[in-house]
């Protein structure tokens, strides 16, 4: 058994190694009997970019139903599924008829409201004249009354009866212009154009002015030739009743604020009535259902004849001009992408590429796929006018590095965790035949494909072995298949 186990382990120690010699010498005699043919590429210097890939398809930005305003029965119907419109174009019509009804209706109460209101200003601001026009009398008259009773106790004096006759003078002037408002209230009456109520507030006015102003001129003749006890009384009487009389002024100063809180309630009517006008025009500006902004229809849902509804979506209107591109992303990806990120996109049905940016990232997994979405803007101004649902092809750089030694990865040779290429070195007076020098690299930032080449190994512009690395060792003989190295 000790023997068994001395035997195998020498096997181990000495076979593989000297198979491998074998092998290799085999290698290289069948390699130096004849030159390998072989292709080659270039070392280059460029940028190195990793992407990630996706697919997804367009769809509108955009897309909302478009929806009445009123209820009614539809009278035309002027767009249909797939027209393009401009914001503002008429797509249908519903029945105004009743609103037309509502707003006469409203605009003739309206009017007779604001002829009411017309009419109690112009009443308000006469009374009001003739309120002021009777306080001042009432309030002078007064005032004369006191003075002549306390002239008729105590005896005329000279300066009394100079004030006197200047009070008969202004009792004479208050007289006057009483006369001229009658005249002129009266030819207004005979018009028909004021009130009997104002007809006779002018005849009082002219009845009280020159009953005062010849009650003046009693008094000052009186004063002239002395007061009597029976002239005291009356006196006294007269100012009484102009005492009253200025009390029952306030009287029409309490209609007066009435009329104004009439007047207030008018003219609440009337903007009440404007806005009602107002909010039926809405109503039927409203009959016309009008795109909101450009776009293309579709999902028509009504026709002429119709009724509708606020709650009925009647059409559906994309705006075409602003589409998004929806990605499909696995987990793994997802994780790598952020937004601004540059995406090249390709629509294989159209045959064209595009450049977009991710703007959105939707970091929820969708329930029935497991995966998440990203989007991408797309505008109109790129020149290409998209459809909704069209299939897309997406790559997207996640990251890149600028200026470094580029190879492709399948013509690097691995060999116990090293890594190889075989450069081609030109033979003197030789274009055709070549020897595969077998150079050590260091590999840094790669992509699926390529690879960057870490300086100090290879230079820019070195003839890279590709197809026939397989068969060589290093140091051979090799010939270019088609006489010159591959860029």
Known sequence: MKRILIILFLFNIFMPSGLTGSQDKFKKEKSDQKSVSVSSIKVIQTTLEKRIYLTGQSRFKYKIPLISKNSGEVLSVSKFEGEKVKKGDVILKTDDKYLLIQKKGLELQCDKTNTTLKKQRMIYEMKKKQYQNNLQISDYEVDLRKQGLLKLNRGARSEELVEMEE??????????NAKKNFTRINNLYKKKSVSSQ??????????????????????????????????????????????????????????????????????????????????????????????????????????????????????????????????????????????????????????????????RLIPHKDRETGRYTAFSDFKSSQGILLSEG???????????????????????????????????????????????????????????DFVEVMPGSLNEGDQIVNEGKDVLLGGETVMLISGKAKE
Do not use: W
């Open 390 to 448: 069209e299939f897309c092809r997406a790559d997207v750089i996640i990251d890149k590095k600028d200026n470094v030694l580029v190879l492709p990865k399948k013509i690097i040779v691995y060999n116990d965790d090293q890594h190889y290429v075989y450069r081609l070195v030109a033979k003197k007076n030789d274009s055709v035949n070549y020897v595969a020098e077998k150079v050590k690299i260091k590999l840094g930032f790669s992509n699926d």
């Open 167 to 176: 009070n008969l003078k202004k009792a004479d002037a208050l007289y006057g």
């Open 198 to 359: 104002a007809f006779d507030e002018a005849n009082s006015q002219l009845i009280s002015a020159k009953s005062q102003y010849f009650a003046t001129k009693a008094r000052n003749n009186l004063l002239k030739k002395g007061s009597r006890v029976e002239d005291k009384k009356t006196g006294k009487i007269s100012l009484d009743i102009s005492k009253i009389k200025l009390s029952n002024l306030k009287l029409d100063e309490e209609n007066l604020k009435a009329m104004e809180f009439d007047i207030e309630g008018l003219e609440l009517s009337v903007k009440e009535f404007e806005n009602r006008i107002s909010e039926v025009d809405e109503k039927i500006k409203d009959t016309l259902l009008k795109a909101p902004f450009d776009g293309v229809l579709s999902d028509r849902a009504v026709g002429p004849g119709e009724m509708v509804s606020p709650q009925k979506s009647l059409f559906i209107l994309a705006s075409v001009d602003q589409c998004e591109l929806e990605f499909v992303v696995g987990e793994k990806s997802f994780a790598k992408l952020s937004t601004g990120m540059s995406v090249d996109v390709f629509f294989p049905y159209r045959g064209i590429k595009i450049k977009c940016k991710l703007n």
